[in-house]
């Protein structure tokens, strides 16, 4: 009899330690999250001038690392800026982690292999620059179906070859694109010239075909 009263206060107990941390454990991850999604980042790209070397996943925030900043309020990332680091390799899943990223700029590295086709559903995500490296492949289909705040592309001077995918069109919040200096070939999708935001569209150095619409100033 008593040890089976004992067994339930024990099993009570455990009910209420996990009620009470419970709440703690699921609020605190999503700052780790930003540390995480970059030291995947990190760990799938060479660095070989050490550039990243503050990046230290033992820090309770990334905030302080070279490239990084953050909503000051939140300690989320809202840009990581890269840019001539010397970085090479690939742009693993990492990046997809940073849920706050309003800008990201990896210009002027050697980065190669593919474009994740989820980058551009990243929903905070403004400004993407990975001009100036060595991309290949195609931008997938979908990639712009979901764009999220999508203000500004550049995917310039990469060796990106395909058609510029249909779903370009369906990103009305675009206003700066530029894949010029890649190889991409066929016609450009329709609905690129019904988004009404767009200001900037470099498509130069390109294999592509078929007549540009008057008006627009290329
Ligand atoms: C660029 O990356 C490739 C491999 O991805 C490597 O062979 C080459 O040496 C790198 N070039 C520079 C300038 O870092
Ligand atoms: C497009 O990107 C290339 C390479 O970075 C740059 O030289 C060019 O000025 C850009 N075009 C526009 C319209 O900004």
Request: aromatic residues 6%; charged residues 20%.
């Amino acid at each position: 009899m008593k040890m089976k009263n004992l067994s339930t206060l024990l099993l009570l107990w455990l009910v209420l330690l996990l009620v009470a941390f419970f709440p703690v454990r699921s609020l605190s991850p999503s700052l780790n999250d930003d540390v995480l999604g970059l030291i995947v980042f990190k760990a799938d790209i060479q660095d070989p001038s050490q550039k990243l070397s503050s990046w230290n996943e033992d820090d309770d925030t990334p905030c302080n690392w070279i490239g990084v900043r953050c909503n000051p309020r939140s300690n989320r990332v809202t840009e990581l800026n890269l840019d001539g680091f010397s970085l090479s390799g690939r742009i693993g899943r990492g990046l997809l982690q940073l849920k706050f990223l309003r800008k990201l700029s990896l210009a002027r590295n050697n980065l190669s292999g593919s474009i994740s086709p989820n980058l551009a559903k990243l929903e905070s995500l403004r400004i993407i620059d990975l001009s100036e490296n060595s991309l290949s492949g195609f931008i997938p289909d979908d990639f712009f179906k979901q764009c999220g705040s999508l203000r500004s592309i550049s995917l310039a001077s990469n060796r990106l070859s395909g058609k510029i995918p249909g779903s370009l069109g369906s990103c009305a919040t675009l206003a700066a694109i530029n894949l010029s200096w890649n190889q991409f070939s066929g016609t450009l999708p329709g609905g690129i010239w019904g988004l009404s935001g767009l200001r900037s569209l470099d498509l130069s150095g390109n294999l592509l075909e078929g007549r540009f619409q008057k008006g627009l100033k290329l």
